[in-house]
DNA sequence: GGGGATTCTGCAAGCGGTTGCGTTATGGTG
DNA sequence: CACCATAACGCAACCGCTTGCAGAATCCCC
């Protein structure tokens, strides 16, 4: 019912090896057979069975990609690219989500190992000794998290969060929120310091907060009273939250404070004002990773960033 | 380096059939040898080549979930479900990317069908006679298109246009515009011929659109001049297009016109105001969807769909 | 025209499991 | 106690493909 290779070799007249040969070395086989041996295998509808494949040369032509949560925006455009990358180079593309817990990460990298060649993992969760250990299991590139050892693509935030500080002192505001995400977050770090390090804007930090649209929300009142006219907000659903609640306080922005996000996530693009944002390169980390993951070369990349101005922003009153 | 089956049997003292047997076969194995076995594979740090395991059985293991774009808002919810589903069965699933194109996906089932023991399609692109012919090689489920011989899923998007029209009936609009899709879109007559049941309202249809905020917001011109009060959207993306058209125009939403969207997407639960819509759902959809691949089942399944009251809507002045 | 290098192809042993069949040990029955 | 059913396990072929090795054919050069 299925056609192997030994069909094709039995109607081509030549021995299963060179018909092997003529998809996995082709310039192993004379110019005719080969031709001979193409087109049979093109009537019959041959196509090599991967698994059988895998099984004797040890590589799938299989890649995973794992995430924390596939439906939160963040991630759709970064598989999207991984897959066209994949897809690209002939290789499929195993999708996994944790739901945020790092004992799922580590399950999922077990199971998949045997199955890929290499896995992305974006922001894994699990601690630095899990990782290194799962690292000797299968190879693996790690997406916004420095692990020593394994190939890693950074998206650089600290640049592009001191941008959007930059960008406020620019249209004249002096004194500016910070509102941070959650307590221990490496990104929340970096955007803290690199957003200390502009001049002549006074930085008032509120928080932490829930990285969420409620966490912005709950946090409007605070940002109200440090009398700042300018925020800077952990990522974009904080940023939509931000300016629901300050809509909610009777503060209208851009007219009485100017917001800007961190992602550039689709729902900052549509919700109005539109989101002035520092836009991750989502995209291209995800290309990159499965580059770097097929080519077999362990490098750690940094990506920048850039800031995206659109309505959220204006000057001070 | 790589733990087999062999080593299992030789460090235990079986034969490796038993081996295979403790692991696919329990029953058929004595209690006492079955838990040596297994501690000793424990140790061992041993897991079935599912590949392998492939080769005999001709069952992967693996499932395949093909969509148009994955960072479309309208199917993260929806992956993510299947990948649950999948996930809990004990299978994996392979996510791929169409970039709207059938030929794409064709090839994409193609690839697919030697690697998965089935594939679900999300609204696929292909002919009829593509997908029947496809559907001889590898098994599948299709969502959101009715194919006589596939298991189906569909929504019902019919009844929830219904619902929606009925609520701003309810409200007291007499005359509402219909925002449609793409000429041609099942789901557009789908939603038009269910509309126009609703009695007591005028139905203006407005359209084809592009489905998209930008089609939106270039209908809103007509939307206005029609004179309706309320309008219903092909989706949400179309919903939230139209109501920054109406802006644009001088009109308030809901004060001066409601609008529903249809999809229940993220972005349309984070702008402003808050959309009332149709909610679809994305998400049981793709956990039946896989369910009913893994057992075999092939049945058409159509799911509710309900309405989400938000904000977009209130009575006409 | 003979010898070595090259090219092309066949042979067969795996890769890591599964599974039908056969063998042995065990238990139950009359 | 002889007999047969049953349970537990071993044996070996096989799934579809790759690949090191070796043989045959062809080619080149002196």
Chains 1, 2 share one sequence.
């Not at 020593?148 to 004194?175: Q, Y």
């Not at 977050?185 to 409620?214: F, H, Y």
């Not at 440090?226 to 300016?243: E, Q």
């Not at 809509?247 to 404070?257: A, N, R, S, T, Y």
């Amino acid at each position: 019912m299925t056609v192997t290779i030994r069909d094709v070799a039995r109607a081509s007249g030549v021995h299963v090896s060179t018909v092997s040969r003529t998809f996995s070395a082709p310039h192993m086989v004379n110019a005719a057979t080969r031709t001979r041996v193409l087109t049979v295998a093109e009537e019959l509808g041959y196509r090599p069975n991967r698994a059988a494949r895998a099984l004797t040369t040890g590589r799938t032509h299989n890649l995973g990609l794992i995430v924390a949560d596939i439906a939160n925006p963040f991630f759709p455009p970064l598989i999207k690219a991984a897959h066209a990358a994949a897809r690209q180079r002939d290789y499929h593309l195993f999708v996994a989500d944790t739901d945020e817990e790092a004992a799922a990460e580590e399950e999922l990298v077990q199971a998949f190992s045997k199955q890929v060649d290499g896995l992305v993992l974006c922001s894994p969760r699990s601690s630095n000794k899990a990782l290194e250990r799962l690292a000797q299991r299968v190879p693996f590139v790690v997406i916004n998290r420095r692990l020593r050892g394994a190939a890693t693509v950074l998206m650089d935030v600290g640049s592009g969060a001191r941008l959007a500080v930059e960008h406020l002192a620019g249209l004249g505001h002096r004194r500016v929120a910070l509102v941070s995400g959650p307590a221990g977050s490496w990104t929340s770090a970096e955007i803290r310091t690199a957003a200390e390090q502009v001049d002549g804007v006074e930085l008032v930090v509120i928080g932490p907060n829930a990285p969420t649209e409620r966490g912005g929300f709950a946090a409007a009142g605070r940002v109200r009273d440090s009398g700042a006219t300018g925020a800077l907000a952990y990522n974009d659903l904080v940023a939509i939250g931000l300016i629901e609640g300050l809509g909610d306080l009777g503060l209208g922005v851009p007219e009485d404070v100017s917001v800007v996000g961190i992602d550039d996530i689709v729902p900052g693009r549509l919700s109005r004002p539109k989101l002035t944002t520092v836009a991750m390169p989502t995209a291209a980390a995800g290309r990159l990773a499965v580059d770097l993951l097929i080519q077999e070369v362990t490098a750690t990349t940094s990506l920048e960033t850039r800031l995206v101005i659109r309505d959220s922003t204006a000057p001070p009153r």
